[in-house]
């Protein structure tokens, strides 16, 4: 089973902050996604990659930027975040050549004030 | 795009009653459809899968059926236990295509 890591697992900003999550999955997969969970909405993917240096945008891109560093490591920034990107993020992986299926991290609690 | 509907938003059943989640799609080359299970403060976790044609799958008390010529994939549960209180998605995809379509959630309570 893969092993999707995040972290912070909750963090406290103020509006205009700069925030960083990070994701890591450690079985090779190609596929990284970062997804929003907010009630009444569901999970909504944000941006995604299939490799180190690719980034795919999402359905709901605005305000966030993505980097894929290496095959492993998937981070999301929030370069000046207001109150309505309050939410839990979820990262997930998944490889086309083992399965559609798509892991998921514990989550990321994130509140801005 | 695909379009991915689920109902009931909310469900409450009584331990050892049958519950059932339904979502339809609209995308008819949808191919893989999941049911992830999501209880309180967790992750989600991959539940069942079924691929491609009308398709019976059964494990963990639970049953998933999926009818394409409908577009609906449907996650019955036969007799409810306090443990299955949990938020339940379904998801959707295509062959190829990494990306998944969620439903926006069910959230199951089972009374004791």
């Known amino acids: 089973e893969a092993a999707v890591t995040q972290s912070p697992r909750n963090k406290v900003t103020v509006t205009g902050g700069n925030v960083t999550l990070s994701c890591r999955q450690t079985n090779s997969h190609n596929y990284m996604y970062w997804y929003r969970q907010d009630t009444g909405h569901g999970l909504r993917l944000i941006h995604y990659?299939?490799?180190?240096?690719?980034?795919q945008i999402g359905d709901v891109p605005d305000g966030y930027k993505a980097t894929r560093t290496t095959q492993e490591d998937f981070f999301l920034l929030l370069e000046l975040a207001s109150p309505s990107q309050t939410s839990l993020y979820f990262c997930?992986?998944?490889?086309?050549?083992?399965?559609?299926?798509?892991?998921f991290g514990p989550g990321t609690r994130l509140t801005v004030l | 795009g695909e379009q991915v509907e689920q109902r009931p938003p909310h469900l409450s059943v009584r331990e050892g009653d049958s519950a059932v989640i339904t979502c339809t799609y609209t995308?008819?080359?949808?191919?893989?459809f999941f049911w992830y299970k999501q209880e309180p403060g967790a992750s989600l976790q991959l539940l069942m899968k079924?691929?491609?044609?009308?398709e019976i799958n059964e494990g963990q008390g639970f049953t998933v059926l999926l009818n394409k010529k409908d577009k609906r994939l449907s996650l019955n549960l036969t007799a409810a236990h306090p443990g299955d209180s949990a938020a339940y998605f379904c998801?959707?995809?295509?062959?190829?295509?990494?990306?998944?379509?969620f439903g926006k959630g069910t959230s199951l309570t089972v009374i004791p």
């Open positions: 995308d008819p080359n949808s191919y893989y």
């Open positions: 997930a992986s998944s490889d086309l050549d083992r399965g559609p299926e798509q892991y």
């Open positions: 998801a959707v995809s295509e062959p190829g295509y990494q990306n998944f379509y």
């Open positions: 990659s299939y490799g180190a240096g690719n980034l």
């Open positions: 079924v691929f491609s044609s009308t």
